[in-house]
């Protein structure tokens, strides 16, 4: 590897009003090699690679830009992608309903006497696909392809560009596990081909994997960069530098207190919405005891969200068969009113799009699930919505100045914090958490499993739904494993690792 | 702010409107040399602008809910021209016109609404169809004829408060009405800083208090005056009436309601609502129906202040209502919103019409100065939005109230300790 440096970001300092982002943070990148940025949520990483990609246009900040060995003053994204640095977004900017190579090629199509060069734009892409390890016809359609093929579509179009330096947020936030494998796995084919990367995550396993230096951003400063080869770096290493000292444990302690099954769901099938034939869930049975905690762990699109949701009211998919117990009697829940009055609760994967109403403010959040029970005649009493919301906003620990502020304010774990109070105000008996800890930093999924442990000691079933093993293996007292629809195992605590899981995720019933 | 953002219910969008509407009052009493401050001008504006203030309230809740109604120009004609007939084939007396052409409007809405919500077609589409099929029933009630109506529903659309009680040389009930309103206004304002101390918060400064008692009190007092000074046989208008019990029915219904909850729920995020237990469908049902229900009444004072129904009634009316909502604070994409910004929204628009009208300025002028102010109010808004700030009003009434301070960063440390050392 040769060791001339790309770039280099000199004592960058960036204010908004009354806080400052970035203070004094200096950064530099080795040509070919991938460099974590690692810190909290609200650290200040994205604003230091918006400063980069010219989001923050040269002048609104302080400090020095200097890319391959010239001071750069980008004016916006555009030139900074001329000169080779090209951004991916954690909320990828793809076009659903145009073609992969529509997609590559917008705002840059190749034209012969002014008209689209069709057979040049999908010549190319067939080849940008090849080299990114994407098997797809380049006339398929965006919204035809999964996240995972998504984001190598983003690289594709990065590639178009002719990048030098390619800067991934959170890359693998959205991926199962084998999709990120290939995603990681291509970055460092880019590495060898001499392509820099820029990579933020909150997965520290990945990025023991694969960083060659490590930047850790705390509150707006850079506190250090690790040589993962040099300095012997592993997961507990960057937890240290991120939160300041190390943590003796990912997870509260806890002792279970598991009574009697309550809730069981028998030979549960429901349909695609749209694709009728298609099943989404095939004759899943499962139960859950008071005071447990039941993971489920499956791969993206195995069904688990589909699961949840259709039992939830029946609030995904068409459904065919199956009942539902809880207490020993046969419930029907034909539509989510009818489930929260049973006493379910579900905490859904995507807070932005599903989760909340990000133009309310906190407190009406805080009470949206259950305003029957705040409401005199038919007056919503908002002394007692605030008092409700106010008591949740200590007893939780969410930062925000007062339950009057919007909830699009708060950063992505004060925002599940909310989510969960809501919840909770329901006082259901079983909450399904679909991805609790999805985009929140590690202080803040600390609380939220401490949280769920509390739920769970007040002798609530908590069914917790992620994609992250190490966070069931440590959270569940239970896990069953789901492929394609079906269950495919049932493990307690002391009995399942990594390994099993996964076996069982990948597998189906016949061969596991 | 805060304690004004509390009294209007909205955002700094509308306590703009509300200066905006205070200037433009201003500007053309100076402008007329006096002509818009007078109890017959002012009586003139609430009879000539209250039926497309009430399709506001209706469309403000089509709009935060996340849809648009394009009929009710044609509903509110429809409606008008079938209670005319039945009032004169079937000699149904006034109030039971009334009934009819409510039912009407809510048989129309739930049409309206059925298709929306249950089949899942577009409110623009549906109401486009709408608007195309009930001007088509209008002319063919009708006859494409104009419908006089009997002397007592014309009290509807053009009457006003009776003289009651001793000669005072006001008109006694809406003395007493100026009288309420102050009343009100001066118990909700004690009300909300005995609520400050109930939920343990500290109440704006108690001249913040007396000065927005007093400013409104004044406000009401010479609206008063205004109306209770006209000529004999005149005083506050029965439309304004009518209007000013449904902008207190559905501010309250919108803000204080569950069901008022849900219809801002849905149109901030439909999916995240459904979740929520909110029952979309019912919500994009119930505003499509109440819209049309509003629009049959809206057509009723309509025909009782023309004293007829004709084919043409309520030609553009969907715009005007719209374009009051919009100014009024709403937002395109839904979920934003108040019953209250529209009407001041309303208002802006009714008296920027009188004024110029006043003035002398021709159907041409006033249209185009009305196209520039709607563009212009929401590219503003837009404008504000876009680059974080706050408006200029927003601003200039930053000394009211608490401002917010920024939020403070997670200090994960110091809570990982806290819970490793609770747990």
């Known amino acids: ?130 080299r990114v390890g994407l098997n797809e016809d380049p006339i398929t359609k965006i919204k035809d392809i999964g996240v995972g093929k998504q984001q190598l579509v983003e690289i594709a179009k990065a590639l178009s560009k002719s990048v030098k330096l390619l800067i991934l947020d959170e890359p693998t936030a959205a991926l199962n596990e084998s999709d990120s494998q290939h995603l990681l796995d291509l970055m460092s084919g880019l590495r060898s081909k001499g392509i820099s990367c820029i990579m933020i995550s909150h ?28 300095d012997g770096v592993d997961e507990d290493r960057i937890i240290r530098g991120m939160v300041g000292r190390s943590l003796e444990s990912r997870f509260p302690e806890h002792t279970p207190d ?27 049975s499962f139960t859950v005891k008071r005071g447990e905690v039941v993971g489920f762990a499956g791969l993206m699109g195995a069904g688990r969200t589909e699961l949840a949701r259709s039992i939830f009211g029946r609030s995904y998919g068409n459904f065919k068969s199956g009942q539902i117990f809880k207490d020993g009697k046969e419930i029907h829940l034909r539509n989510v009113p009818q489930a929260i009055d049973h006493g379910l609760a579900y905490v859904t994967e995507d807070r932005k799009s599903l989760g909340l109403n990000l133009l309310d403010d906190i407190k009406s959040t805080t009470v949206a699930a259950n305003l029957k029970k705040i409401t005199n005649g038919l007056v919503v009493d ?89 966070e069931l293996l440590g959270l569940s007292d239970r896990i069953y494993t789901i492929f394609e629809g079906a269950i495919t195992g049932e493990l307690k605590r002391g009995d399942a690792d990594q390994e099993n899981l996964m076996k069982l995720m990948t597998a189906s019933r016949k061969t596991a | 702010m805060t304690s004004l953002k509390q009294l209007f219910g909205g955002d700094t969008r509308q306590f703009g409107m509300i200066f905006a509407l205070i200037a433009l009052v201003v500007f053309f009493q100076i402008m007329t040399g006096g002509k818009t401050l007078t109890p017959t001008n002012m009586m003139n504006l609430f009879n000539g602008n209250s ?121 006694n009930l809406t003395v007493l009405l100026g009288l309420a309103l102050c009343g009100a206004v001066i118990y909700l304002e004690m009300r909300k800083r005995r609520r400050f101390e109930k939920v343990g918060a500290q109440p704006p400064a108690q001249w913040v208090s007396i000065v927005k008692i007093g400013l409104l009190c004044a406000a009401i007092l010479y609206a008063t005056y205004l109306f209770a000074t006209g000529n004999r046989g005149t005083s506050f208008p029965v439309p304004g009436l009518i209007l000013g019990v449904l902008v207190i029915i559905y501010a309250f219904v919108s803000s204080k309601t569950i069901v008022g909850r849900h219809v801002y729920a849905v149109g901030g995020n439909r999916h995240a609502a459904e979740l929520t237990g909110v ?16 629009a049959a009444l809206a057509g009723m004072i309509f025909v009782g202040r023309s004293t007829a129904s004709g084919p043409f009634d309520g030609v553009g009316w969907e715009l005007d209502a ?95 300790s806290h819970d490793a050392t609770v747990s």
């Not at chain 1, 099954?261 to 004759?283: G, Q």
């Not at chain 2, 549906?126 to 109506?149: I, K, W």
């Open chain 2, 51 to 171: 039926y497309i203030l009430i399709l506001a309230i209706g469309m403000v809740l089509v709009i935060i809910a996340g849809h648009i109604d394009l009929s009710v120009g044609s509903v509110a004609a429809f409606a008008g021209i079938v209670v005319a007939v039945v009032m004169r084939d079937w000699n149904l007396p006034w109030y039971m016109g009334v009934v009819v052409g409510l039912l009407l409007g809510a048989l129309i809405g739930a049409w309206q609404g059925f298709w929306v919500a249950y089949v899942g077609i577009p409110a623009f589409i549906v109401t486009l169809a709408g608007m195309l099929l009930f001007r088509g029933f209008n002319q063919y009630v009708g006859q494409s004829t104009t419908v006089p109506v009997p002397q007592e529903f014309r009290y509807l659309g053009a009457g006003y408060l009776p003289e009651v009680g001793p000669v005072t040389g006001y008109n």
């Open chain 1, 258 to 284: 598991i009574g009697e099954v309550f809730f069981e769901v028998r030979n549960w099938t429901v349909a695609h919405p749209r694709v009728a034939d298609r099943l989404v869930c095939k004759n899943a």
């Open chain 1, 203 to 230: 997965k520290l396993n990945e990025i023991e994997q694969i960083a060659d230096s490590i930047t850790i951003i705390r509150d707006g400063k850079a506190i250090e960069t690790l040589h993962v080869k040099n």
């Open chain 1, 1 to 130: 590897m040769d060791n001339h440096t790309i770039l280099e970001m000199q004592s960058i300092t960036k204010e908004f009003p009354g806080v400052k982002a970035l203070d004094n943070v200096s950064l530099s990148v080795t040509a070919g090699e991938i460099h974590a940025i690692c810190g909290e949520n609200g650290a200040g990483k994205s604003t230091l690679m918006k400063v980069l990609s010219g989001v923050y246009p040269h002048g609104t900040y302080n400090g020095r830009i200097v890319f391959q060995g010239q001071e750069v003053q980008f004016k916006d994204i555009r030139s900074s992608e001329a000169a080779g640095i090209v951004i991916i977004h954690q909320e990828l900017a793809l076009i659903p309903e145009l073609s992969i190579a529509e997609n590559i090629f917008l705002g840059n199509e190749p034209t012969r006497f002014g008209v689209i060069d069709w057979d040049r734009v999908n010549a190319s892409t067939q080849e940008l696909l090849a």
């Open chain 2, 279 to 294: 029952q979309s469908k019912k919500v994009d049902f119930l505003v499509l129906m109440n819209m049309s229900i509003l």
């Open chain 1, 382 to 470: 908002e002394d007692q919505e605030f008092l409700v919301a106010d008591e949740y906003r200590r007893t939780l620990r969410t930062k925000t100045p007062s339950v009057n502020e919007g909830v699009s304010k708060l950063s992505g774990g004060n925002q599940q914090k909310v989510v969960l109070a809501k919840w909770m105000f329901t006082d259901p008996d079983l909450l399904i958490l679909d991805e609790p800890t999805r985009g929140i930093d590690v202080g803040a999924k600390f609380e939220i499993y401490g949280i769920i442990q509390r739920l769970a000691n007040q002798g609530k079933g908590v069914i917790v739904i992620s994609s992250e093993l190490p």
């Open chain 2, 322 to 416: 719209i374009a009051a909502v919009f100014i009024g604070g709403a937002a395109v994409t839904g979920g934003v919103g108040t019953v209250v910004g529209s009407i001041i929204g309303g208002l802006v628009m009714a008296v920027l019409n009188n004024g110029l009208q006043l003035l002398g300025i021709g159907a041409d002028m006033t249209q185009i100065i009305k196209g520039l102010v709607l563009l212009v109010a929401v590219a503003f808004d837009v404008y504000n939005k876009s680059q974080g700030k706050r408006s200029i009003t927003g601003l200039l009434m930053k000394n009211f109230g608490n401002q917010a301070k920024p939020e403070v960063p997670t200090d994960t440390k110091k809570v990982i």
